[in-house]
């Protein structure tokens, strides 16, 4: 060390005196420099040492542990010590807890359910589906324009979360950057291969995680509005349908927006090119956020293209899926071999929101490819990170 600080000058030497805080510095000859610089760069050294062995074993929280943390904070949001005042026109009173602050539950008018997801019991978990499908079958409350059904909403929210705490293990960094009020765009990139397990887990860490138990209406292309039975359950569970009218509707009620921009393209492509971000569209996410004045979030999910591992891509796979649904948009079909998704360990990162100005009618079109290209670059960025942080799958 003592070689290194001969060769600097004393101008230099002054400056790392200066950073470690060395008194009398400026009367100092280079070589008194050299031996006080040394001095203090070893108890630096001595200090910045633990004083334990540090355990290199990581403290991860098991599902469960992090299910209970999350029906606690949760339950507070309820009053457990009252009922809705609600009365249903046959007579039949409501009997679950109110809002905190307020006389009705969330299902009678104690908060916006369209935007907030809390728990009409106060809690999460089956043992409550008996007091949520009782609501359910006396249909005593509304549901919105898009066809949330806040009961069946948050028995799939229960399901869910078994598959968002145990099953794939997500752990969710910068949940901070999502706005807890107003409108905003969440962009994520897009895979799955089979079944969008990234769209559920992107609406399970915001309900789970944020401060306010925000919901992310998730749109979907033609073939989620158009399988029986399921379609049903994909509009009552909040998800809306990738329309304009759809979308600005969310926008405009000051609630958050998903969108997977990479579209199919994202969502068939082979483990060959997993993480490796298509083009977003024609950049039409952006032009809704400049429409809107809404932010856009950026959001890296790494794990959502090892759950089925493509083999490869067919066209006449493609050709058989658009006998049945016409008017589904796809060129290629993603073959995979195990019918079981991968218990795999997914990540979700909330990068910085991307302001887009003011809400304008006319949005420049050249603008909007330049926000477009920008959160394309941000995400693929923070995947690579993620990528070279990760050392298993599992």
């Known amino acids: 060390m003592d070689e290194i600080l001969k060769r600097l000058s004393v101008q230099e030497l002054r400056s790392l005196a200066r950073a470690l805080d060395i008194s009398g510095r400026s009367s100092m000859s280079k070589a008194e420099l050299v031996q006080s610089v040394t001095a203090g760069l070893k108890a630096s050294e001595r ?3 633990p004083t334990q062995k540090p355990n290199l074993r990581r403290v991860v929280k098991s599902g469960e542990e992090r299910r209970r943390t999350t029906r606690d904070r949760l339950g507070l949001m309820v009053d457990q010590n009252r009922t809705c005042d609600f009365v249903t026109i046959e007579g039949f009173p409501c009997g679950l807890p109110p809002v905190i602050d307020h006389d009705r539950c969330a299902l009678h008018g104690g908060t916006n359910f369209s935007d907030l997801a809390i728990p009409a019991t106060g809690a999460l978990g089956f043992d409550t589906w008996p007091a949520l499908l009782r ?25 869910g979360n078994y598959i968002y705490f ?3 293990r997500v752990l969710t960094r910068g949940i901070e950057h999502v706005p807890m009020e107003g409108a905003a765009v969440l962009a994520a990139n897009h895979g799955g291969a089979a079944i969008p397990y990234d769209a559920l887990m992107l609406q ?42 759809d979308a600005m509707w969310v926008l405009e009620n000051g609630h958050l927006l998903g969108v997977f921009p990479e579209g199919v393209q994202g969502f068939q492509k082979p483990s060959s090119e997993a993480y ?10 952006a032009r809704l956020a400049m429409r809107a004045g809404a932010p856009i979030v950026p959001v890296a999910i790494l794990g959502s293209e090892d759950v089925h591992p493509a083999m490869f891509t067919s066209k006449r796979l493609a050709q058989l ?32 929101p991307i302001e887009v100005g ?18 394309r670059s941000r995400v693929q960025s ?4 993620m990528l070279s942080e990760r050392t298993s799958i599992f």
């Not at 490796?276 to 996410?285: A, E, I, K, S, V």
């Not at 658009?322 to 060129?331: A, G, K, W």
């Not at 923070?382 to 990170?385: E, G, P, R, S, T």
Request: proline share 7%; hydrophobic share 45%.
């Open 382 to 385: 923070a995947l690579d990170v």
């Open 204 to 245: 399970m860490a915001v309900t789970n995680e944020s401060p306010l138990p925000r919901r992310v209406r998730v749109i979907g292309t033609e073939i989620f509005n158009m399988i029986p039975t399921y379609s049903h359950l994909y509009r009552k569970s909040g998800a809306a349908y990738a329309a304009k009218e």
């Open 321 to 352: 899926v658009r006998l049945v649904f016409p008017q589904q948009r796809v060129d290629e079909m993603a073959v995979w071999l195990n019918p079981i998704p991968l218990p795999v360990r997914w990540q979700i990162r909330f990068l910085e």
């Open 135 to 159: 609501h359910l079958q006396m249909a005593s409350y509304d549901i919105d324009a898009l066809g949330l059904d806040p009961v069946i909403a948050e028995m799939l929210w229960h399901l």
């Open 358 to 375: 003011p809400a304008t009618d006319r949005p420049d079109r050249l603008t909007v490819l330049e926000i477009a290209e920008t959160v």
């Open 47 to 49: 200090l910045s040492e």
């Open 166 to 168: 145990d099953y794939f």
């Open 276 to 285: 490796q971000l298509q083009r977003f569209g024609r950049g039409g996410f």
